[in-house]
């Protein structure tokens, strides 16, 4: 029940295309859902973060779409960078504390 | 304002050696984590300290493992004795108290790399 399940594993964009990762989760007490970024020899870094009494939240390109019934969200990035090419982890926790991360989706933007 | 800082960046130890990782938490931030990923695979909580004290430590993998958190500030990690399967990436948290209105974001170290050999 405290599994969060991330897809794709990798996922290689085109620059200026959007890039689509999906989370879904088990416990229907989770009430935080961050998205964090993670660089190579960074440590992960909260890109944009929801909970689940609004279905989305937008920030510049980046927008979390929240599915309560479906147990699901997602990370759409607009118009996406060569810079944006990093490691995506979603999270899943109760009042913020202690994260459930899923395993990771390994972006590449092609220039 | 200063991030989460871990040292060492690195540790090459053998297995049965005793390895110390330390975590400095953004200055007033009273929620301290510590987390592991491993192989490539998901980043997985290990505990949680409130101020001094131990709130959560479900995530610890067994006795070996041992963190302390004195005064509040600092934290260590040691691991004693450590064994192949301990290697990975530690990672530290932090973030200020639920319920000043703040949000929950927690802020991440840049990571200790731990290899046991």
């Known amino acids: 029940q405290q599994q969060v399940k991330q897809s794709p594993q990798s996922l290689i964009v085109q620059k200026g295309g959007i890039s689509i990762i999906n989370c879904a989760y088990e416990?229907?007490?989770?009430?935080?859902f961050p998205w964090y970024q993670q660089f190579p020899g960074k440590g992960p870094a909260l890109l944009i973060a929801?909970?689940?009494?609004?279905s989305e939240k937008k920030e510049g390109r980046f927008t979390i779409s929240f599915n309560k019934s479906a147990k699901q969200f997602s990370l759409h990035i607009m118009d996406s960078q060569p810079g944006d090419s990093a490691t995506y982890f979603c999270?899943?926790?109760?009042?913020?504390?202690?994260?459930?991360f899923g395993p990771g989706t390994r972006l590449s933007v092609l220039p | 304002e200063a991030g989460v800082t871990q040292f060492p960046s690195h540790s090459v130890i053998e297995k049965g050696q005793t390895v110390t990782l330390r975590c400095d938490p953004i200055?007033?931030?009273?929620?301290l984590y510590w987390y592991r990923r491993v192989m490539g695979k998901e980043i997985k909580f290990l505990l949680h300290?409130?101020?001094?004290?131990?709130?959560?430590e479900s995530g610890m993998p067994n006795n070996r493992f041992l963190a302390e958190r004195t005064g509040g500030t600092y934290s260590t990690l040691k691991v004693q004795p450590a064994e192949l399967e301990d290697s990975g990436v530690y990672f530290c948290?932090?973030?200020?108290?639920f319920g000043r209105g703040v949000t929950d974001t927690q802020y991440f170290g840049p990571g200790t790399r731990l290899t046991v050999l």
């Open positions: 416990n229907t007490a989770f009430d935080y």
């Open positions: 948290a932090s973030s200020q108290e």
């Open positions: 200055s007033g931030h009273d929620n």
């Open positions: 300290f409130v101020k001094e004290s131990k709130q959560d």
């Open positions: 999270a899943a926790s109760f009042y913020g504390q202690n994260f459930v």
């Open positions: 929801i909970r689940p009494d609004v």
